[in-house]
């Protein structure tokens, strides 16, 4: 979080202005110094606003999250079969993943003392967004929920009240789905469009078979 309770527009600045670098280059190629320089201030001003380098690189990379949030929220509106709605959910999740790999793996799985509920409210804190009443709960959701094995979970309950998976087999799609797209992402950070779309289009395919073959199994057990 930030610890500095001054200067809140400069906190907007500072976070405006690295996203703005984040947008055409990879997060580990932008240094604090060059933010300091950008921004017309000492290094160690930054760190006045924020605990650390990697807190200003990741509350400025929830931006990139934001319209899928907002087209998420839309999607557990619709109205669908648990299947496909299920199964859209992780297609929308790898279509932007796989499209900055480097931020959303850093985002979900960076650690060092980061959540991506704790980045997620200071980003929102400076930069807030009221979500249409309709989908406000589901947004709110996943602001704040960034273990994806958990968030899955959520959305398999609808399977397991449906009669359509166990809770046992629930929790081997959350777990298994959420380590293949894990894994993928890591393997594609670096890579370039043509190979992220390779890995994006293959996690996707992986996630559908593992869950198919699931759902599949505990019909024929029934």
């Given amino acids: 979080m930030a610890v ?103 985002l979900f799985w960076g650690g060092e003392g980061m959540t991506l509920g704790s980045v997620a409210q200071e980003y929102y804190d400076l930069f807030p967004y009221e979500a249409p009443e309709r989908m406000a709960g589901y947004f709110d959701a996943i602001k704040y929920n960034g273990n994806l094995e958990m968030r899955d979970h959520l959305m398999m309950q609808q399977g397991i009240e449906q009669g359509i998976v166990s809770e046992e087999d629930a929790w081997y799609c959350s777990q298994s789905n959420a380590l293949i797209i894990r894994g993928m992402i890591q393997d594609a950070m670096g890579q370039d469009e043509a190979e992220r779309h390779r890995l994006q289009k293959r996690s996707y395919e992986l996630i559908c078979k593992n869950t198919k073959s699931v759902l599949r199994a505990f019909s024929e057990k029934q």
């Fill in 4 to 106: 500095y309770t001054k200067g809140r527009e400069t906190t907007r600045q500072l976070v405006a202005l690295t996203y703005r670098m984040l947008r055409n280059r990879d997060a580990s190629s932008i240094s604090v110094r060059e933010i300091a320089e950008e921004q017309g201030c000492s290094a160690a001003a930054i760190y006045r606003h924020f605990e650390n380098f990697n807190m200003l690189i990741a509350v400025s990379s929830v931006r990139f999250m934001h319209e899928y949030m907002i087209k998420y929220a839309e999607l557990m509106e619709s109205e669908r079969s648990f299947l496909d709605l299920y199964l859209s959910g992780w297609e929308l999740f790898a279509a932007y993943a796989f499209e900055r790999p480097d931020l959303y793996y850093r």
